[in-house]
């Protein structure tokens, strides 16, 4: 089945850029997102690249897509203390109806 | 900005026992999802439901749990006899079209259910 992963833990300073990495297996997925969670919230979502785009930028967030490596990438340039949080990769293929495979999450931290 | 709202926010419930969680969806999203996360796991699929019916649905999903949307507004889920492994985080999400396009998903906030 697919299976997406993600490092766990991220650690930065404040005005440092974040680099959060996932990687999946489902080669026909057709989006894939970046959500955010902050403690005691539910799943925002952060911003979404369609399977034939490279990159997609938006504000301080940069999202890069290595289709033949599976690999998506969430930049965010002059990270805040407000980025702390947990960063979920996700996916949707065409199979079913939209499902969404998340990974694990990757914990940001963000220190002054 | 249109809310998906889930309640309560936090259920403890004896092994055993049923437990309803409870989500109001937007209000013009015609698809509707149960999404749930065990603590240190992934965010994993439930069910998805659709013009009053199931639509499709995880192999987590067995005959303990049920979905209901009993009026034009709420959306709940039932387990009829908890376990232990069900303690997780529960969430609704809506979504007004399949999904496919990338801002189709609004989730709730969550329902933390524990079983003891």
């Known amino acids: 089945g697919e299976d997406v992963e993600q490092s766990l833990f991220l650690s930065v300073r404040e005005g440092d850029s974040s680099v959060i990495n996932c990687t999946y297996t489902?080669?026909?997925?057709?989006?894939l997102y970046w959500y955010k969670q902050e403690p005691g919230a539910g799943l925002q979502l952060l911003t979404y690249?369609?399977?034939?785009?490279d990159m997609k930028q938006d504000q301080r967030l940069t999202v890069l897509l290595n289709k033949k490596d599976k690999h998506l990438s969430l930049r965010i340039a002059d990270t805040q203390t407000g980025d702390s949080a947990i960063y979920f990769c996700a996916e949707t293929s065409n199979s079913g109806y939209s499902t969404l495979t998340f990974g694990k999450g990757t914990m940001l931290l963000v220190s002054p | 900005e249109p809310e998906v709202t889930q309640t309560p926010s936090h259920q403890v419930t004896q092994m055993g026992q049923e437990v309803i969680l409870r989500c109001v969806p937007i209000?013009?999203?015609?698809?509707f999802y149960w999404y749930r996360q065990i603590l240190g796991q992934k965010v994993e699929f439930l069910v998805s439901f659709y013009n009053n019916e199931i639509s499709e649905k995880s192999e987590i999903f067995d005959d303990q749990f049920s979905v209901e949307r009993p009026d034009g507004s709420n959306f709940t889920l039932k387990i009829r006899s908890t376990k232990l492994e069900d303690s997780a985080m529960y969430f609704c999400?809506?979504?007004?079209?399949?999904?496919?396009?990338?801002?189709?998903?609004?989730f709730g906030s969550g329902t933390r259910l524990t079983v003891v």
């Open positions: 690249i369609f399977s034939n785009m």
């Open positions: 489902d080669s026909s997925s057709t989006y």
């Open positions: 209000s013009n999203h015609l698809y």
């Open positions: 999400a809506s979504s007004g079209n399949l999904g496919q396009e990338g801002n189709g998903y609004t």
